[in-house]
């Protein structure tokens, strides 16, 4: 998986005139991240507090945790790539000290995806620290 990293996505995000642009990368995004194996697909993986299907699995190799995510919808599959981009290949006290609201606020996303969505994706956040949290 070769996702740009955080910087850059803030830097590709504020090139794009308008929101439909944005939604397309973040789209683009999901579909460079590979679909996870259907077996993996279980109530465990399941993310809580999501209103699509969302499935996280991690590994840790090296004191480094890698991610690998999917979901039933194409949007939230972006998202799921805007929060790898920032958390893969990364220590768990990179981790939890990486300030994702503040990476959320570049991206001005707060204000372009639904509740819902929001929600959905602070649920992903917080499931991948909590990951981390049990790594230490």
Same mark, same amino acid.
């Given at each position: 998986?070769?996702?740009?990293?955080?910087?850059? $996505?803030?830097? +590709?995000?504020? #090139?794009?005139? +308008?929101?439909?642009?944005?939604?397309?990368? $973040?789209?683009?995004?999901? /579909?460079?991240?590979?679909? &996870?194996?259907?077996?993996?697909?279980?109530?465990?993986?399941?993310?809580?507090?999501?209103?699509?299907?969302?499935?996280?699995?991690?590994?840790?190799?090296?004191?480094?945790?890698? #991610?690998?995510?999917?979901? +039933?919808?194409?949007?939230?599959?972006?998202?799921? *790539?805007?929060? $790898?981009?920032?958390?893969?290949?990364?220590?768990?006290?990179?981790?939890?000290?990486?300030? &994702?609201?503040?990476? #959320?606020? *570049?991206?001005?996303?707060?204000?372009?995806?639904?509740?819902?969505?929001?929600?959905?994706?602070? *649920?992903?956040?917080?499931?991948?620290?909590?990951?981390?949290?049990? /790594?230490?």
């Amino acid at each position: 998986m070769n996702l740009p990293s955080s910087q850059e $996505i803030i830097e +590709d995000m504020a #090139f794009f005139d +308008d929101w439909e642009q944005r939604y397309q990368y $973040i789209i683009d995004l999901g /579909k460079s991240i590979p679909p &996870i194996d259907e077996s993996l697909k279980t109530n465990k993986n399941l993310v809580r507090g999501c209103q699509s299907n969302v499935w996280l699995v991690s590994t840790e190799r090296d004191g480094k945790l890698q #991610f690998q995510a999917d979901s +039933d919808a194409v949007i939230v599959n972006g998202l799921l *790539a805007l929060v $790898i981009a920032v958390f893969n290949d990364k220590t768990m006290t990179q981790i939890l000290d990486f300030d &994702i609201n503040g990476y #959320f606020k *570049a991206l001005d996303l707060e204000r372009h995806i639904t509740p819902t969505r929001g929600n959905g994706l602070q *649920a992903i956040v917080a499931k991948i620290q909590a990951i981390a949290k049990t /790594k230490m």
